[in-house]
C-alpha cells in the first residue's frame, strides 16, 4: 500500500508556471511508475505525465509536451510536475499516481492514486 499526498496547485494567470509535488509514503514502489493526471469537470481523466521510478525515463501526453516536466527525488520519495505556459485549458484537478506498467498511460495501469490538487488559470 502506497499513500500519495499531492501539493502545489493554485490560481495562476495564464502564460505562468506553477510546480506540483507528490510525496509518497508506505510500501516501497521501487521499480514502479509514477504519473500525472488531470481531470476537469465533464470530461475524462487525462494522461499527463509520467517517469520511471529507478530508471527516470520520462514520457508524456501530446496536449502538454513542451512544456510541463515531471521529475523525481529519490532520497525524498517525491515526484514533481512543472508547469510553464500555463492555458485556460489546463485548468483541472491533477491527480498522481503509482502502478507497475512500464509506459503506462490509462488510469486502469495505475493503482494507488493522491486526492489530488486544484489548478486553475486565468486570462
Known amino acids: 500500500q502506497v499513500q500519495l499526498v499531492e501539493s502545489g496547485g493554485g490560481l495562476v494567470q495564464a502564460g505562468g508556471s506553477l510546480r506540483l509535488s507528490c510525496a509518497a509514503s508506505?510500501?516501497?514502489?521501487?521499480?514502479?511508475?509514477m504519473g500525472w493526471f488531470r481531470q476537469a469537470p465533464g470530461k475524462e481523466r487525462e494522461f499527463v505525465a509520467g517517469i520511471m521510478w529507478t530508471g527516470g525515463s520520462t514520457y508524456y501526453g501530446d496536449s502538454v509536451k513542451g512544456r510541463f516536466t515531471i521529475s523525481r527525488d529519490k532520497t525524498k520519495s517525491t515526484v514533481y510536475l512543472q508547469m510553464n505556459s500555463l492555458k485556460l485549458e489546463d485548468t483541472a484537478i491533477y491527480y498522481c499516481?503509482?502502478?507497475?506498467?512500464?509506459?503506462?498511460?490509462?488510469?486502469?495501469?495505475?493503482?494507488?492514486w493522491g486526492q489530488g490538487t486544484q489548478v486553475t488559470v486565468s486570462s
Open positions: 508506505g510500501r516501497t514502489f521501487g521499480g514502479s511508475v
Open positions: 499516481a503509482v502502478g507497475t506498467v512500464f509506459w503506462g498511460r490509462t488510469s486502469s495501469d495505475f493503482g494507488s
